[in-house]
């Protein structure tokens, strides 16, 4: 066993001092985090905070500009997102991303097929092995389905299944890489009550049944605190805490991250603010006084009440009573 690894075998995951930039952004910010394997760890913050920008660079979509992670002991820094596969590390997406002309069992086989070994000549002459692979990989990917609850939808095209189990399916997929390490982004959004609780007992199952590790992004707090086991809070790409749910709930820096600083002044600023436009709208315009002695010329009317001519003898002044 070589050094590195030695030295981190306690962790499935670490990072230390994860940094990525983007001109003048650091998107991620010195981000030091460990993951246990056999655990189910959320990590939280605003929008905005960098939590999917950390995602992307634990599975290779970014390569960090500082410090490093490693998974088992190995860095997944400059690393093809299928090498990272490979090892054991999957996702889903914020925004689902499901081959949407495909099929659901189709969907499952492409997410299959990084653990296949046939090759180009293989599957250009369908050779007895990659014939025998394929059937494999078709019953691998329907156990995945029943798993998720999406067996009777095998069949169905993706982009027509209702969006909680487009949710399910893209988790299916992810599952059928064999991973070690389920990276998993805001799966609970968009999803009603019932759908979120489905979902709670499926990530438990993922968790105890297949002894697969969760990493959670979520901004659904009540899932948070159902599942998580630890906490990990970003904001504005800086790790600010970190700890047990009970501990994240009560913790200054994270009320602030979610609130904001003297939220009971800005919000008695907003109401005096909205008082005054409600006084502005509601007043009448003020209407300038006539000045003290102005000559006010009188017409002259016909018998039918027609101007004829204004009188420029006979002035009254205005007054401005």
Not at 292 to 297: A, H, Q, S
């Amino acid at each position: 066993m070589n050094k590195v690894v030695a030295e981190h075998q306690g962790y499935l995951m670490q990072a230390t001092d994860a940094t990525i930039q983007f001109g003048g952004l650091r998107a991620v910010d010195s981000v030091n985090m460990n993951i246990t394997a056999g655990t189910i760890v959320a990590l939280i913050g605003p929008n905005g905070a960098g939590k999917t920008t950390f995602f992307n660079l634990l599975t290779g979509i970014y390569t960090p500009t500082e410090g490093e992670i490693l998974f088992e002991g190995r860095s997944v820094s400059g690393k093809k997102s299928h090498v990272i596969a490979d090892w054991g590390i999957s996702r889903t997406f914020q925004n689902i991303r499901l081959f949407k002309e495909m099929t659901a069992l189709e969907n499952v086989m492409v997410g299959r097929h990084v653990r296949t070994k046939s090759g180009f000549f293989g599957a250009t002459f369908r050779t007895p092995s990659f014939v025998r692979e394929e059937k494999q990989i078709q019953e691998d990917s329907e156990r995945w389905l029943e798993f998720v609850g999406l067996i009777d939808n095998a069949n169905d095209l993706a982009g027509g299944l209702p969006y909680g189990a487009q949710r399910r399916l893209e988790i299916a997929r992810a599952l059928a890489t064999e991973p070690k390490l389920i990276c998993l982004d805001e799966p609970a959004a968009g999803m009603n009550e019932s759908e979120s609780a489905d979902l709670d007992r499926l990530i438990l199952r993922i968790r105890d049944e297949l002894g697969i590790t969760v990493f959670l992004i979520e901004h659904d707090m009540k899932v948070v605190m159902n599942l998580a086991e630890y906490i990990y809070v970003l904001d504005f790409g800086k790790l600010i805490a970190e700890g047990l749910p009970a501990e994240i709930q009560a913790h200054p820096a994270v009320i602030e991250a979610y609130l904001g600083q003297d939220m009971e002044a800005t919000i008695k600023a907003k109401r005096q603010q909205l008082l005054e436009v409600r006084g502005a709208i509601a007043a009448p315009a003020t209407e300038p006084a006539p000045a003290e002695d102005v000559e006010v010329e009188k017409p002259i009317l016909d018998s039918d009440g027609v101007v004829m001519a204004m009188d420029t003898d006979n002035k009254e002044k205005n007054d401005a009573a």
